[in-house]
């Protein structure tokens, strides 16, 4: 099947599994990238009713106002019950990169805010272990050389990425690394001053994930 097929069918998978838990005073938590837009699809296509959406990016609330479904500031919501999203690597104990699509620090709230994060990726996203894909670090654009440097002495390659996030922030994608202690990584990337946050998901881990198989198959995944 086609990677853009993949995304579909994962997408279709979750909100299957999802719409018989979703209640009516409920608050979901929506992520960022082409995956996640096939669940936006899923929820616009439905009868299933919810409170409202908390949004982690601009260009998922554009998508989301386009069908009519309602974005809640986050300031607003005190719980979030279910957050989905996508990701750009998945290790064997569900530690994640995220931030390809540049909106990690958000998808970090709201991954902490939920109750319940469900992952939907493809199969190619799973890993031994995370560092193959750079690790995107949200920087203070004051601070990017400072940080840059210090991401270097800890074994690191920072390349500049072009252009801002939604927060007017600098995005450094760090490859060379080896996330075998994602705990520890994304404690001590996060430990340097000037960086906002990083793309390492350890700390906030999803619980359960949707994993597409190149056959068309899903494989439903729990946290160990």
Known sequence: MSPDELKRKVAEAAFIYLE???????????????TVNRFIDCLAESSQTFVGAVSSSVQTTERLKTYNIKVIDINDVSEVMVYVDGADEV????????????ALT???????MANKFVCIVD?????????????????????SHTVATQLS?????????SGLTDNGNCILDVSGLEIDEPDYWERTI????????????????????????ADGSIDHRVGP
């Open 20 to 34: 018989h838990l979703v209640q009516a005073d409920w608050v979901l938590g929506i992520g960022t990238g082409s």
């Open 91 to 102: 290790d064997p104990r569900f530690a994640l990169i995220k931030g390809g699509g540049g």
């Open 106 to 112: 958000r998808e970090k709230i709201v991954a902490s």
């Open 123 to 143: 199969e190619s996203k799973l890993v031994d272990c995370l560092g193959d894909f750079p690790v995107p670090v949200e920087v203070l654009p004051l601070a």
């Open 153 to 161: 002495k800890l074994g690191g390659h920072p390349k500049l990425r």
């Open 190 to 213: 996060n430990d340097i001053p000037g960086v906002v946050t990083t793309g390492i998901f350890s700390l906030h881990r999803p619980q359960e994930i949707f994993v597409a198989r």
